[in-house]
């Protein structure tokens, strides 16, 4: 069991940067693969970045150059480094754990770009 806690979200003006990070608790972080979604209003949920259990990192073209994913096994948290923000990145940031058929989902942090 994996229980996942996001937090670094909130308000920013477009051009901006945020960090979220999300922390796990429970054993065996280093085993799961990563992920960070995000959900905009009415809109479906969108896998942005990934990390595997071995550093490997895929993203979205829309946040390529943008954003980065990053992972600390000792901290047993994983982060997202988000940078030169545009309002189309306004959304409900969530974070993912997977291994194997286990699937864990944070409850969600809100960043809102904006002037």
């Known amino acids: 069991q994996v229980q996942l806690v996001e937090s670094g979200g909130g308000l920013v003006q477009p051009g901006g940067s945020l960090r979220l990070s999300c922390a796990a608790s429970?054993?065996?972080?280093?085993?799961?693969?990563m992920n960070w979604y995000r959900q905009a209003p009415g809109k479906q949920r969108e896998l942005v970045a990934a990390?595997?259990?071995?550093?490997?990192?895929n993203y979205a073209d829309s946040v390529k150059g943008r954003f980065t994913i990053s992972r600390d096994n000792a901290k047993k948290t994983v982060y997202l480094q988000m940078n030169s923000l545009k309002p189309e990145d306004t959304a409900v940031y969530y974070c993912?754990?997977?291994?194997?058929?286990?699937?864990?989902w944070g409850q969600g942090t809100q960043v809102t770009v904006s002037s």
């Open positions: 993912n754990a997977i291994f194997q058929s286990m699937r864990y």
């Open positions: 429970g054993s065996s972080f280093s085993v799961y693969g």
């Open positions: 990390i595997t259990n071995g550093g490997s990192t």
